[in-house]
């Protein structure tokens, strides 16, 4: 079965630093694509970034770089330069070749609170 | 914003009671996806349906059903509704089902049973 598990419930940023949001996932699938998703308090789900489980290099978008670890089958989100507009909740997720190519399945989500 | 258009955004109603959500795609997209949000499930899939037809089915429970018009835009029904089913009902759609594919998720419904 795929599993995502997000294992900090929250976390605390100051504004300005970089701050690690950490995901594991479990497939026995080669293929496999991971996502990261932003939900702020207004509650609508924000596409952040991708990596497909072939791709050699880190995915980036902006601020946002994935750490992906395929080994340790991990993918960490990194946030640079944290902003107050950051704060809100992410959720890892994955599509695999499973019974649904293009289902996602979504961690537990991590709570994100950006501080001046 | 998304492209992914879900009414309404809000829903109060009572127990036993049936409700139909409903979600326009983004255009061109072919495939719909369902989900829960609940604070003690976390994000959970229900269905797919891609151009018009069923492809797969999650954790959906027999009193909800859903169908993907001709127009591509699909409808979510709750029946028999319980305080249990409270909880954030999002569609999403995608154009291609990929490993690539990023699905774009409407802005969701918020029920509440009472």
């Known amino acids: 079965a795929q599993k995502i598990t997000q294992t900090q419930p929250g976390m605390f940023v100051q504004e300005k630093e970089a701050v690690t949001l950490d995901c594991t996932y479990d497939?026995?699938?080669?293929?496999?694509?991971l996502f990261w998703y932003k939900q702020p308090s207004s509650g609508e789900m924000i596409f952040l970034i991708y990596?497909?489980?072939?791709?050699?290099q880190n995915a980036t978008e902006g601020r946002y770089s994935l750490n992906f670890q395929k080994a340790r089958k991990s993918a960490n989100l990194v946030i640079s330069a944290s902003q107050l507009g950051d704060s809100a909740m992410y959720f890892c997720a994955m599509k695999n070749r499973g019974s649904t190519l293009g289902r996602l399945y979504f961690g537990r989500g991590t709570q994100l609170t950006v501080w001046p | 914003d998304s492209g992914v258009t879900q009414t309404p955004k809000h829903l109060i109603t009572a127990t036993g009671q049936r409700v139909t959500l409903r979600c326009s795609p983004r255009?061109?997209?072919?495939?719909v996806y369902w989900y829960q949000q609940s604070l003690d499930q976390g994000l959970q899939f229900l269905i797919h349906y891609y151009n018009g037809e069923e492809r797969a089915k999650g954790n959906i429970l027999e009193r909800f059903s859903a169908q993907q018009f001709p127009d591509l835009h699909s409808e979510l029904n709750l029946s028999s509704l319980e305080l249990g089913d409270s909880a954030l009902y999002f569609c999403?759609?995608?154009?291609?089902?990929?490993?690539?594919?990023?699905?774009?998720f409407g802005q969701g419904t918020r029920l509440t049973v009472v």
């Open positions: 255009s061109g997209d072919l495939s």
């Open positions: 990596q497909g489980s072939y791709d050699e």
């Open positions: 999403a759609s995608s154009a291609e089902d990929t490993l690539m594919g990023e699905a774009f």
């Open positions: 497939t026995s699938d080669q293929s496999y694509g």
